[in-house]
């Protein structure tokens, strides 16, 4: 079974410039979620989409960033127009159901390689 | 609300020899946690689990050990081998199943 796809690998843009980033969850996996690492610091949460919707979007840095998740399947995140800070790696992972579960078991969040975004 | 971090960086061990990673956490509520590895190119794999009804739990090679009273988190790899060098990472899980993650330590194992 394949696991969650990103794409690019990597991208190298200027200030002002877009970038769109894709993740291709596993197959039948409802949950999304998208975490971003800038250069050695935590791995921090943006955002979770139950199927097509947004569940959770608290950790979105600003309104330059958008995220989508049409048809449920893969989601797309775009920044525009992207800034300098927003350098670092972009993980996307993917999950069944989300319900926290009982004693020793876990509804793991199966993460993709990431893609690492440059912004010079 | 969330918050984890970890003590050191960086550490380096000997192959063969016992690593330990340390983690902290400041919200005494948080109720389970997990500690991911990730490799050079990849994303975070999970490792082990603990609730915070639990104060050890062991897998295959590692230990996770939980100390509620100064909120503090360990991952114990026995017999510590060439693969085991990775960053890895504690994590909180919150309410609503998104993950909090620590700044990461990264171990290298020395031949």
Redesign the interface.
Known sequence: EAG?TQFPSHSVIEKGQTVTLRCDPISGHD?L?W?RRVM??????LL?FVKESK??ES?MPNNRFLAERTGGTYSTLKVQPAELEDSGVY?C?S?QE???PG??S????F????TRLTVL | GESVGLHLPTLSVQEGDNSIINCAYSNSASDYFIWYKQESGKGPQFIIDIRSNMDKRQGQRVTVLLNKTVKHLSLQIAATQPGDSAVYFCAELNWANNLFFGTGTRLTVIP
């Open positions: 969650v949950n979620y975490y050695g610091k935590e791995i921090k949460f979770h569940q959770d950790g993980f992972a999950s989300g319900k926290i004693e020793g876990y509804n793991e969040q993460f993709g390689p990431g």
